[in-house]
Structures are given as structure tokens and as C-alpha cells.
């Protein structure tokens, strides 16, 4: 799913992803950790997660950009399918 299309099933104001009874907090709460896995490219076709990192260690210990979506975006996701 892309950014945009997740922001969309994230809805503000009484709704959090079609069910009216949850608290506001939740859905601001729920947009802010979204907001804060945003992706982002550098300059190649493949995006990235601008807060998560991976280990590769192919080639001694390096970290990562995680590519987009990361786990914490595939875990929302799969939430709120």
C-alpha cells in the first residue's frame, strides 16, 4: 500500500479506519507513527523507510535505510485490512 493510500484509510475527526466509536487520540496517535515511517528515495527507483534500519553484515557490520514499506508500516497495514 502506498503512503498516500494508508494516510486515506487513516481518517481524523470520530472515524479511525471506518469504526466511529474510537477516540481521537488513537487516530492521531496511529497517523503520527505512519507520518513518522514516511518514505522517502534517494535518488534510485526503490524507497525507503526514513526511520527504520537494517543490519547487513555481508560485508562486516553495516546499517541500512529499511526499504518501504518497513515492519512496523506492513504490521499497520495489516491491521487495518
Do not use: W
Amino acid at each position: 500500500m502506498k503512503y498516500e493510500e494508508l494516510l486515506t484509510k487513516i481518517k481524523t475527526g470520530n472515524e479511525f479506519a471506518g469504526i466511529k466509536y474510537a477516540p481521537d487520540s488513537h487516530t492521531f496517535a496511529l497517523r503520527a507513527v505512519v507520518d513518522m515511517h514516511k518514505p522517502f528515495n534517494v535518488g534510485t527507483d526503490k524507497e525507503q523507510c526514513s526511520r527504520c534500519m537494517d543490519v547487513n553484515t555481508s560485508n562486516g557490520v553495516v546499517y541500512e535505510m529499511s526499504p518501504y514499506p518497513c515492519e512496523t508500516i506492513k504490521a499497520i497495514e495489516k491491521e487495518l485490512a
